[in-house]
């Protein structure tokens, strides 16, 4: 028996070949289920929302679902997939970015999985669980399971995967803050106990970069290790920000995929990532260009998936030191900001309009409050409240990319007109997080974004203290006790009020301005089969395949 975190007694709309899925954030609110709106590609066209693909077996495990490798049509043998951005680890519990997460779906398992279709929580590694109060939780894990250096999945894996992920200092660390004791009941039964009652504690146990490690692989090498998962697919050779390889895992306990292996090739120019599907270079294109589109839409050996994405951008103020603690100046620059503008400008109109700082698919999403319009007396109006002498009323806004800097200008123009001096300040990715570490932050403002999860806690990243997300440095002390009573909330009706209070208080006092969330886009070559595009844009290729 084993256990971490100190001791304790241990007791027994279709168009084109695409297809767009959404829910109106009022139903999310009130199911608080994002999953619905993933797409499923499969038998050559794109089918919308899961749905189960045509002819694959129900069961996974089954002797016919491996045989069926050998028997259904013939499939390209390796496939290829233009990412965006790049790939630097291969270590599940290192890396928490969407291109790291795509990895981790093909290489590792999770204890448990969202189900796409359902939004609910179901058996991965974990074939059932028992809570057995309120803070304790006990796992049964499957017995047919081996990591891909041969090794049997046990308890005791378990145990170290979240041993070492509290200890990493990485994204993994943060979720596992709440965990106070974790321990190895038998080889094929893990208890948990948590600090405080959490309703997303399956949630946060069912992300890509919380897979199960293998304790011996990080014994036998420390530093390559992490790449040892129990997943359908394991890492055949990589170089960090240039592709990792997979190939495909014959002895998997589910269903084998029918290719035999998977590229993950970075390719940061949108426009040769586009090129290259085209030529059949790639198979799957992900974030193409979106004045580039219509040459997806034009090649009869394409199709283009489209959905409305979760990763909102918004502009942030440092809400601890400088011009941004004024909250007259806010309001002001949030009456200068033209939304419709800065969509058709940034965009070319692939967004729509951010009216909480919230995920539209995150429960407790509300925006009953309407918005900020775009007004510039109002704006004035604000800024004269706002007390700064002559030559006072200026900011600096930091962005780093380029659809930013346009948004960034077009509110430059605006208040301008009301005597307001916006300074941009471009920077790149490393940078910006650099300078808006929460402890150091340094920045008076900037434009920036923000992937929301579905999980309610998920916007603790955005307004807690101490939280390198939380690029407002926001620190207000009810919104810290709604998100403590709304985690520890079983009645849903109550925790909906508590999000609810928490988003009036944030557009009440301007922290941060929600500008819009863009329109996702994909290309694929139109015989994809088996992949499963999310909002998130934690896509599941583990049972991608493209037909000959």
């Given at each position: 028996?084993?256990?971490?975190?100190?001791?304790?007694?241990?007791?027994?709309?279709?168009?084109?070949?695409?297809?767009?899925?959404?829910?109106?954030?009022?139903?999310?609110?009130?199911?608080?289920?994002?999953?619905?709106?993933?797409?499923?590609?499969?038998?050559?066209?794109?089918?919308?929302?899961?749905?189960?693909?045509?002819?694959?077996?129900?069961?996974?495990?089954?002797?016919?679902a491996r045989e069926s490798v050998a028997l259904e049509a013939a499939y390209k043998k390796e496939i290829t997939v233009g990412t965006q951005g790049p790939i630097k680890t291969v270590d599940v519990q290192s890396g928490s970015n969407v291109y790291h997460n795509v990895l981790f779906r093909l290489t590792h398992d999770s204890l448990v999985y969202p189900n796409e279709e359902t939004g609910k929580i179901e058996p991965r590694l974990a074939?059932?669980?028992?809570?057995?109060?309120?803070?304790?939780?006990?796992?049964?894990?499957?017995?047919?399971?081996?990591?891909?250096?041969?090794?049997?999945?046990?308890?005791?894996?378990?145990?170290?995967?979240?041993?070492?992920?509290?200890?990493?200092?990485?994204?993994?660390?943060?979720?596992?803050?709440?965990?106070?004791?974790?321990?190895?009941?038998?080889?094929?039964?893990?208890?948990?106990?948590?600090?405080?009652?959490?309703?997303?504690?399956?949630?946060?146990?069912?992300?890509?970069?919380?897979?199960?490690?293998?304790?011996?692989?990080?014994?036998?090498?420390?530093?390559?290790?992490?790449?040892?998962?129990?997943?359908?697919?394991?890492?055949?050779?990589?170089?960090?920000?240039?592709?990792?390889?997979?190939?495909?895992?014959?002895?998997?306990?589910?269903?084998?995929?029918?290719?035999?292996?998977?590229?993950?090739?970075?390719?940061?120019?949108?426009?040769?990532?586009?090129?290259?599907?085209?030529?059949?270079?790639?198979?799957?294109?992900?974030?193409?260009?979106?004045?580039?589109?219509?040459?997806?839409?034009?090649?009869?050996?394409?199709?283009?998936?489209?959905?409305?994405?979760?990763?909102?951008?918004?502009?942030?103020?440092?809400?601890?030191?400088?011009?941004?603690?004024?909250?007259?100046?806010?309001?002001?620059?949030?009456?200068?900001?033209?939304?419709?503008?800065?969509?058709?400008?940034?965009?070319?109109?692939?967004?729509?309009?951010?009216?909480?700082?919230?995920?539209?698919?995150?429960?407790?999403?509300?925006?009953?409050?309407?918005?900020?319009?775009?007004?510039?007396?109002?704006?004035?109006?604000?800024?004269?409240?706002?007390?700064?002498?002559?030559?006072?009323?200026?900011?600096?806004?930091?962005?780093?990319?380029?659809?930013?800097?346009?948004?960034?200008?077009?509110?430059?123009?605006?208040?301008?007109?009301?005597?307001?001096?916006?300074?941009?300040?471009?920077?790149?990715?490393?940078?910006?997080?650099?300078?808006?570490?929460?402890?150091?932050?340094?920045?008076?403002?900037?434009?920036?974004?923000?992937?929301?999860?579905?999980?309610?806690?998920?916007?603790?990243?955005?307004?807690?203290?101490?939280?390198?997300?939380?690029?407002?440095?926001?620190?207000?002390?009810?919104?810290?006790?709604?998100?403590?009573?709304?985690?520890?909330?079983?009645?849903?009706?109550?925790?909906?009020?508590?999000?609810?209070?928490?988003?009036?208080?944030?557009?009440?006092?301007?922290?941060?301005?929600?500008?819009?969330?863009?329109?996702?886009?994909?290309?694929?070559?139109?015989?994809?089969?088996?992949?499963?595009?999310?909002?998130?844009?934690?896509?599941?290729?583990?049972?991608?395949?493209?037909?000959?």
């Open positions: 028996m084993q256990e971490l975190f100190g001791e304790k007694e241990k007791t027994g709309e279709e168009k084109s070949g695409r297809i767009a899925c959404q829910m109106s954030g009022d139903e999310k609110m009130r199911k608080g289920i994002a999953f619905l709106l993933c797409i499923a590609a499969s038998i050559g066209v794109v089918a919308g929302c899961g749905q189960k693909k045509a002819g694959e077996p129900s069961q996974k495990g089954e002797t016919a074939k059932e669980w028992t809570w057995v109060d309120d803070r304790t939780i006990e796992f049964k894990l499957r017995d047919d399971v081996v990591f891909h250096n041969g090794e049997k999945l046990k308890a005791s894996d378990v145990v170290f995967t979240m041993e070492r992920g509290r200890d990493l200092g990485t994204t993994i660390s943060v979720k596992l803050v709440g965990l106070t004791a974790c321990e190895a009941v038998d080889d094929t039964t893990v208890r948990m106990e948590l600090e405080a009652p959490n309703v997303d504690w399956l949630y946060t146990l069912s992300v890509a970069h919380m897979g199960i490690v293998s304790e011996k692989a990080l014994a036998d090498d420390p530093e390559e290790g992490g790449k040892i998962g129990t997943g359908a697919w394991m890492v055949d050779s990589y170089v960090p920000s240039d592709y990792v390889k997979v190939v495909r895992n014959d002895q998997y306990w589910g269903e084998l995929p029918k290719s035999e292996s998977i590229t993950l090739k970075y390719m940061p120019e949108n426009s040769a990532r586009l090129i290259a599907l085209q030529n059949g270079e790639i198979d799957v294109c992900l974030n193409p260009n979106n004045n580039e589109l219509h040459f997806i839409e034009e090649d009869d050996n394409l199709s283009l998936v489209q959905y409305d994405g979760t990763n909102e951008v918004f502009f942030a103020f440092n809400n601890r030191t400088g011009p941004g603690t004024n909250k007259n100046l806010r309001l002001a620059i949030a009456h200068c900001i033209d939304t419709d503008s800065i969509i058709a400008a940034a965009m070319d109109g692939y967004a729509k309009e951010g009216l909480s700082y919230w995920g539209w698919n995150t429960f407790g999403y509300y925006d009953g409050f309407g918005k900020y319009e775009y007004d510039l007396d109002q704006a004035k109006a604000y800024l004269d409240q706002a007390g700064l002498a002559p030559g006072e009323a200026k900011i600096e806004v930091y962005v780093s990319t380029a659809e930013r800097k346009i948004a960034a200008q077009i509110i430059q123009e605006s208040a301008k007109k009301i005597g307001l001096e916006i300074e941009i300040k471009e920077i790149d990715d490393a940078g910006l997080t650099s300078l808006s570490q929460y402890k150091t932050a340094s920045h008076e403002a900037m434009i920036n974004g923000i992937n929301w999860a579905p999980h309610g806690d998920d916007v603790r990243r955005a307004y807690a203290p101490n939280s390198n997300t939380n690029k407002g440095v926001i620190d207000n002390a009810r919104i810290n006790e709604l998100m403590d009573l709304a985690i520890a909330e079983m009645d849903e009706d109550k925790r909906l009020e508590y999000y609810k209070e928490l988003q009036e208080i944030v557009h009440e006092e301007a922290y941060v301005i929600p500008i819009y969330y863009p329109i996702a886009s994909i290309g694929i070559n139109k015989n994809v089969e088996g992949a499963v595009f999310c909002p998130d844009g934690n896509h599941d290729f583990s049972q991608l395949r493209v037909k000959e």
